[in-house]
């Protein structure tokens, strides 16, 4: 998982919410209020979260990654999460399988609160904190 110890696990997400919304509501309500983070929606890994600290963080398979995933559908270097001016972008890095966001593959995308990040078989809630004056996500 993450090479740092800023992970954890939303207990209260239940792996039986089948709804996107119905996830992102949960997620959105039980995430660090002050962290940027992305949490894993479905599969054995369901709730549990990684905090994007830093103006930069890589994922992929390579052990050198700040989140590290384990799964051959995710390249070694597979994207990089990123913030300028205090929007929150994912770009692509030249992976094999492709980023997607709501669905859609993209080279770079911002995001929002309640975007699906899918990184080969892994999909991520983005969830960032609420500003004043910030209209959120979904």
């Not at 110890?5 to 039980?30: K, N």
Request: aromatic fraction near 8%; avoid cysteine; glycine fraction near 10%.
């Amino acid at each position: 998982m993450n090479k740092s110890d800023d992970t954890g696990t939303l207990t209260s997400v239940e792996s039986t919410i089948d709804s996107v919304d119905e996830f992102v509501d949960h997620a959105i309500m039980l995430a660090p209020a002050d962290q940027v983070v992305l949490v894993v929606r479905g599969g054995s890994s369901s709730g549990t979260y990684f905090v994007l600290e830093g103006e930069l963080t890589k994922v992929g398979r390579h052990p050198d990654s700040d989140i590290f995933l384990d799964d051959i559908t995710v390249s070694r270097r597979h994207a990089e999460f990123m913030i300028r001016k205090d929007e929150y972008f994912v770009v692509d890095a030249g992976s094999l399988n492709g980023t997607y966001v709501n669905k859609q593959r993209i080279d770079q995308a911002k995001l929002v609160t309640g975007d699906e990040v899918q990184i080969g078989k892994y999909k991520l809630i983005f969830v960032a904190p609420s500003r004043e004056g910030s209209s959120g996500g979904r």
